[in-house]
Nanobody, 113 residues
Framework: HVQLVESGGGSVQTGGSLRLSCTGH????????MGWYRQGPGNECDLVAT???????YYTDSVKGRFSISRDNAKNTVYLQMNSLKSEDTALYYC????????WGQGTQVTVS
């Protein structure tokens, strides 16, 4: 049973930081590409960042230089470190498995005000 469990969301002031975590279960984490999507109020769900099995990363332009995606294969966990948060980063953040985003976590809310 493939499952992604996110944690780490919350409320923070503009300019603050949060770190999201996503732990995977039921698949070979080491070889898997992982990513984060987000859906803001009234917006579509957009890709934020990805990390491949070999550690290569991608970021959407709006978060470059502020967000950092990383992984700890020993813990089956991928992280999204978010710094210099802006109000427009307010969204429900989802962890996904694979380039095709075949599996999604339950989402964790990030509110910046």
């Amino acid at each position: 049973h493939v499952q992604l469990v996110e944690s780490g969301g919350g409320s923070v002031q503009t300019g603050g930081s949060l770190r999201l975590s996503c732990t995977g279960h039921g698949f070979t984490f080491d070889d898997s590409d992982m990513g984060w999507y987000r859906q803001g109020p009234g917006n579509e769900c957009d890709l934020v960042a990805t990390i491949s099995g070999d550690g290569s990363t991608y970021y959407t332009d709006s978060v470059k230089g502020r967000f950092s995606i990383s992984r700890d294969n020993a813990k089956n966990t991928v992280y999204l470190q978010m710094n210099s948060l802006k109000s427009e980063d307010t969204a429900l953040y989802y962890c996904v498995l694979g380039v095709s985003a075949s599996t999604w976590g339950q989402g964790t809310q990030v509110t910046v005000s």
